[in-house]
């Protein structure tokens, strides 16, 4: 994450409200983001690690994004899974919002 790649706009802030998800289409990424109850903005890869299933699809719980298809969960402060049946952790993404634009850093391909 923040490793030096290009700056996207995701989405204007009033787009989600906190505590709400979206898929997004990023350079060729399928992602997702995040808007958490605490206000905080989040992006990760929308495909879980696990089996091939949409995150945006799941539950969001606080920092925690629960697979709709085993329940996995990955906290999406680090992108690291939460015990079984998650062996690989997510990628995430650096977010930050300018004005009324959110912002994601995507890594070159």
């Not at 979206?22 to 958490?36: C, D, T």
Request: charge should be negative.
């Amino acid at each position: 994450m923040g490793d030096g790649g290009k700056w996207v706009r995701a989405a204007a802030v009033g787009e989600l409200a906190e505590g709400a998800m979206k898929p997004v289409e990023l350079e060729g990424r399928s992602l997702a983001l995040y808007h958490l109850a605490d206000g905080t903005w989040c992006a990760s890869d929308n495909l879980c690690t696990h089996a091939f299933a949409l995150l945006t699809e799941g539950w969001l719980e606080g920092c925690v994004i629960e697979c709709p298809l085993h329940s996995g969960r990955f906290d999406l402060r680090t992108g690291a899974g939460q015990g079984a049946p998650i062996e690989d952790d997510l990628a995430v993404y650096a977010v930050r919002v300018e004005g009324d634009d959110v912002l994601v850093q995507v890594p070159a391909v």
